[in-house]
Every structure is written in structure tokens, then in C-alpha cells.
């Protein structure tokens, strides 16, 4: 089995800075990329930024020049700058993971991430 747990979310200041963290743990082979997803209330699902091992980050529009993704072996961050209150979501990481056998897509619970004055 694999496990996904993200940290890192809280109340934060707009224009402030938060990094989340998603470590991977369990049967892990190899892991093709990582994923983080936003969602706010009454919203659809946002993917917010990827990276695939061996290539560039990706960034939605959106949080262009303030979000940075990186990965460091199973973990995977999302340094989070000069945020703004529609950035309030629940971020959720996905990664695909290989246990040796098979690919699989696997998600953590998410965390809460609040920019409020």
C-alpha cells in the first residue's frame, strides 16, 4: 500500500507564504510525477502544479511566478508566495506510483490553506 499526507496548510495573511509538504510512504517502486490540486468551495477541482520526473514544473495560470513545486525523492512541496484570498482552497497532492509491479494513481486527504486579513 501506498500513503499520501499532506501538511503545511494554515491561516496565512494575504500577500504571506505557506509551504505544503506531501510525503509519500508505503510500496514504492518509482513515482512517474507528482500533482497538487486546489479546491474552493462551490469550485470544480483545480490542478495547480506537476512536475513528471525528468521534466520542468507546471504551473496554472493562475499561480504563475508565486507557486514553485520540487520534489526531493517521495516528497513533494508547494512553496506558496504572495498569496491572495482566492487561493483559500483544500490542496490535495496525487502522484503516480509504480510499487514494482503496477502504476497506480494515489491521493492524500488534503489541507486546508486559508489567506484571510
Known amino acids: 500500500q501506498v500513503h499520501l499526507v499532506e501538511s503545511g496548510g494554515g491561516l496565512v495573511q494575504p500577500g504571506g507564504s505557506l509551504r505544503l509538504s506531501c510525503a509519500a510512504s508505503?510500496?514504492?517502486?518509482?513515482?512517474?510525477?507528482m500533482r497538487w490540486y486546489r479546491q474552493a468551495p462551490g469550485k470544480q477541482r483545480e490542478l495547480v502544479a506537476y512536475?513528471?520526473?525528468?521534466?520542468s514544473p507546471n504551473y496554472a495560470d493562475s499561480v504563475k511566478g508565486r507557486f514553485a513545486i520540487s520534489r526531493d525523492k517521495n516528497t513533494a512541496y508547494l512553496q506558496m508566495n504572495s498569496l491572495k484570498p482566492e487561493d483559500t482552497a483544500v490542496y490535495c497532492c496525487?502522484?503516480?506510483?509504480?510499487?514494482?509491479?503496477?502504476?497506480?494513481?494515489?491521493w492524500g486527504q488534503g489541507t486546508q490553506v486559508t489567506v484571510s486579513s
Open positions: 508505503g510500496s514504492i517502486f518509482s513515482i512517474a510525477g
Open positions: 512536475i513528471i520526473s525528468g521534466g
Open positions: 496525487s502522484a503516480r506510483i509504480s510499487n514494482g509491479v503496477q502504476w497506480d494513481d494515489y
